[in-house]
């Protein structure tokens, strides 16, 4: 049986020298078509996306909250005038840049770059009630192939969401192709729970708790078992740093939180 934390189904094309291009990934536990892929997730999205805030929050016990902080503590957007400009991946709802142009100054802004429509007609309100919606645009887009030019931002976020690409080694191409010289990429994922007992409680947690709370709260339980299982898939973060380094990032590093539930990874545009 393939080892689900270190399964490179997240590499489905072939590298230069690797064979024939795969034609098949993994949606959850399922082995599924790669051009089939994108539209489950879309589907999975489109069901949960006026929820989505909601349930990540009895989900994780608000803990979700921390990780995004920790993760806009890392981005570090300046204070004052100067331009700073962040792409945040696959953040619908805003929420990661709410915060980031909260923590910035006046010069700093946010592109929010979705492929789900719905997720960012959520992010779109969410933004005219905060006041936010001259500092924070959405833009429907693809991870594999995003329509900025080259250099265009000073940071790129992807939050929770990079497990749902079909194709990461392109979109990690992508982000590092729109970083400015001297830019960094920021991805929080959930990862491997390295600590004992921790690990079983958690795996009960996911599986036996989380679909329920999403049948009773979201009114449907079949996204979040794929969430659920989509994180099992999730290569572990060694893995992952190679993934990055081998997309041309250079000084990749991540650390571990909550006895490694998640993990933030960065890496540099040099």
């Known amino acids: 049986m393939t080892d689900l934390n270190t399964d490179l189904n997240t590499d489905p094309n072939s590298q230069p020298g690797a064979g024939a291009p795969r034609t098949e990934t993994h949606f959850g536990y399922r082995t599924v078509p790669l051009t089939e892929k994108q539209s489950l997730v879309d589907d999975v999205f489109h069901k949960v996306a006026r929820r989505y805030d909601i349930m990540n929050d009895f989900m994780s016990g608000g803990l979700h909250r921390v990780w995004k902080d920790a993760l806009v503590s890392k981005v570090r957007p300046p204070q004052?005038?100067?331009?700073?400009?962040?792409?945040?991946?696959?953040?619908?709802?805003?929420?990661?840049?709410?915060?980031?142009?909260?923590?910035?100054?006046?010069?700093?802004?946010?592109?929010?770059?979705?492929?789900?429509?719905?997720?960012?007609?959520?992010?779109?309100?969410?933004?005219?009630?905060?006041?936010?919606?001259?500092?924070?645009?959405?833009?429907?887009?693809?991870?594999?192939?995003?329509?900025?030019?080259d250099q265009s931002f000073d940071a790129v976020t992807i939050a929770f969401g990079i497990r749902n690409v079909p194709r990461i080694p392109l979109a990690l191409t992508e982000m590092r192709r729109v970083l400015k010289p001297g830019g960094r990429a920021f991805v929080l994922e959930f990862s491997k729970v390295d600590v004992p007992l921790l690990d079983k409680i958690y795996e009960a947690y996911s599986f036996n708790v989380i679909p329920q709370l999403g049948k009773r709260v979201a009114g449907d339980a079949e996204p979040y078992q794929y969430l659920v299982e989509s994180i099992r898939r999730f290569p572990n973060p060694d893995v992952f740093a190679n993934m990055m380094r081998e997309a041309g990032f250079s000084r990749v590093d991540f650390t571990r939180m909550t006895g490694g539930v998640v993990a933030l990874h960065w890496g540099w545009r040099i």
Do not use: H, Q, Y
């Not at 962040?86 to 709802?93: R, V």
């Not at 997720?119 to 329509?147: I, Q, W, Y």
């Open 80 to 149: 004052g005038a100067r331009p700073f400009e962040l792409l945040d991946l696959a953040g619908g709802t805003g929420d990661v840049s709410f915060r980031v142009v909260k923590a910035g100054g006046a010069g700093t802004r946010a592109t929010v770059a979705d492929i789900n429509a719905e997720m960012l007609a959520v992010g779109r309100e969410r933004a005219e009630k905060r006041g936010l919606g001259d500092k924070v645009t959405f833009t429907e887009a693809n991870a594999e192939a995003l329509p900025f030019p």
